[in-house]
Structures are given as structure tokens and as C-alpha cells.
């Protein structure tokens, strides 16, 4: 897939691996359209791009009215989209009990209803490229499931499914739409540091769990630059999945090795 003068959608481009697809896009000649809630890291992404046309937009992914309009603002801007990256995303530390369901519901609705919703509104105009592409950022922990991150993995786990069978869809209909599943590993991203905790933990609790959170930020090494360097370079290969870092390789090799036990030789290596 050649990107030059084509124009892709990217949602959570305020940050992190949203802005690193931005940049990586950029390069390549791709025109954008940004869309983030955070409209400062909006703004801050824009001014680092040269060279190609960008709008921005201020979308709260669960807005249905907002995600159902966005495609006409793009042709109205843009003319064409023949990218959407679907990168929104939050995350909720907690075990099930401890995870209130208005949280877990909420974050569903960020990582896994998003993508659906935004999928569909844009799906006619992609169609209409002579090639396309829908690219789905999935996480690691939509290959293996740690405890603590039920809700995560949960909304994780629906975007690898939703988009491995929406692609087998679009192939039987000889569809010029593609569908890439991403799956990073420690990326250096602010989605750990800002994840949400439980409401109702102890004193006690919430400091353990704080400290956890510090404990993972530092297994979160790859720059947002390079995953997105390495994201953008699959879209143009046309592949199916990637596995943006080492952490996501040796997770999806030890899950296929052992389907139930990989935790135990996780736990072992990680000792």
C-alpha cells in the first residue's frame, strides 16, 4: 500500500502510539486527519508534521452522534480517507470483584465500542479507494491475559476478534478494504500511568496497587515513535497482524505453546 498523497484517520492522536502513526504517516506523504479528546495533544502533534494536509478534531470516541458524523467532516475536508486507525484507548487497573461494572462498561466503550462504531460509518467510504485499510490496535493483553486487567484484556481480546473476522468478511467479498490487528508490547506510553484504579480500595490497596503500576511503567521501554515507525511500515506490507515489540512476540509464541500454562513460564522467566 502506497501512502503518498492518500489520507488516513487517526484516532488518540494526541499521544502516544496515535501520534506515532501520525509522524510515521507524515513521512510517507500521507494526509491527515488527527482526532483525540485531548485537544492540547492534538495541537501539539500538528506541530510536528510538515509537508501535508492536516485537520484536527476534538472526538470523544463514545459519542455516538459524534463518531457517526465524523465521516463527513473528513470528505468534506479531505475528499478520500483510505485509512482508518481505530487507537483510541484507556485502561483500568483491578481485579473483576474490585472493578465497578459502570467502569468496566465505560472502558468497553473507549477501546472495543469505538472501533465498531467508528468502523461502520467509514467502512462505504473506504470502499471507494482503490485501496484501503482499516488498522485495529489491539494491545498484548489481547494475546495472553494477565490477572488484574480483566476489563482490559476483555475489550482487548473483542478488537483482536472483531477485526480477524471482519477481514476474513471484506477477503470473501474481494474487497479492496484490508483489516490490520496491532499488537504492542511495552510501549512508553501514559496509558499505564493514567490508568484508572478501582473506587472502593483500601488505603492499603490503592498503594499496592500504585506501586504495581510503577512497577509495570518501567517494562515499557519502545519509544511511540519507533511502534509507530513499525505499525506503519505493516500497514504498507499489507499484513494481517503485528507484533510491535519483542514482549508481544515471546507472548503470542508462549500462548501457542501452551494455550493455558504460559503464565507459569512467563513466572519463570520473569524470575
Known amino acids: 500500500m502506497k501512502l503518498g498523497g492518500r489520507v488516513a484517520v487517526i484516532t488518540g492522536a494526541g499521544s502516544g502510539i496515535g501520534r506515532g502513526i501520525a509522524l510515521a504517516a507524515s513521512r510517507r506523504g500521507c494526509h491527515l486527519c488527527l482526532a483525540d479528546v485531548n485537544q492540547d495533544g492534538l495541537a501539539e502533534t500538528a506541530n510536528m508534521i510538515r509537508g501535508v494536509r492536516i485537520s484536527t478534531v476534538k472526538l470523544d470516541v463514545t459519542d455516538r452522534a459524534a463518531t457517526s458524523a465524523l465521516p463527513q467532516e473528513v470528505m468534506a475536508e479531505h475528499g478520500r480517507v483510505d485509512l482508518l486507525v481505530n487507537n483510541a484507548g484507556v485502561a483500568i487497573g483491578g481485579t473483576f470483584e474490585q472493578v465497578a461494572a459502570e467502569d468496566f462498561h465505560c472502558l468497553l466503550d473507549v477501546n472495543f465500542h469505538s472501533v465498531v462504531c467508528l468502523t461502520c460509518p467509514f467502512l462505504p467510504h473506504l ?23 480483566t476489563a482490559y484484556c476483555a475489550s ?7 477485526s480477524e473476522s471482519l477481514r476474513k468478511e471484506l477477503e470473501e467479498e474481494r474487497s479492496t478494504v484490508g483489516v490490520t490487528v496491532v499488537h504492542p508490547g511495552g510501549v512508553n506510553t501514559s496509558i499505564a500511568r493514567n490508568a484508572r484504579l478501582p473506587r472502593n480500595l483500601s488505603n492499603e490497596e490503592r498503594s499496592m496497587a500504585v506501586e504495581e503500576q510503577e512497577r509495570f511503567q518501567k517494562f515499557l521501554r519502545m519509544s511511540p515513535v519507533q511502534a ?5 511500515s505493516a500497514v504498507e506490507a499489507e499484513n494481517p497482524r503485528v507484533l510491535v515489540g519483542n514482549d508481544a512476540k515471546l507472548g503470542s ?9 504460559y503464565w507459569k513460564i512467563m513466572e519463570r522467566l520473569t524470575k
Open 156 to 162: 482487548k481480546f473483542a478488537v483482536r476478534g472483531f
Open 253 to 261: 509464541l508462549f500462548e501457542r505453546i501452551a494455550p493455558i500454562g
Open 228 to 232: 509507530g515507525e513499525i505499525i506503519v
Open 127 to 149: 470502499k471507494a479507494s482503490d485501496s484501503a485499510r482499516i488498522v485495529n490496535v489491539s494491545s498484548l493483553f489481547g494475546l495472553i491475559a494477565p490477572p488484574g486487567q
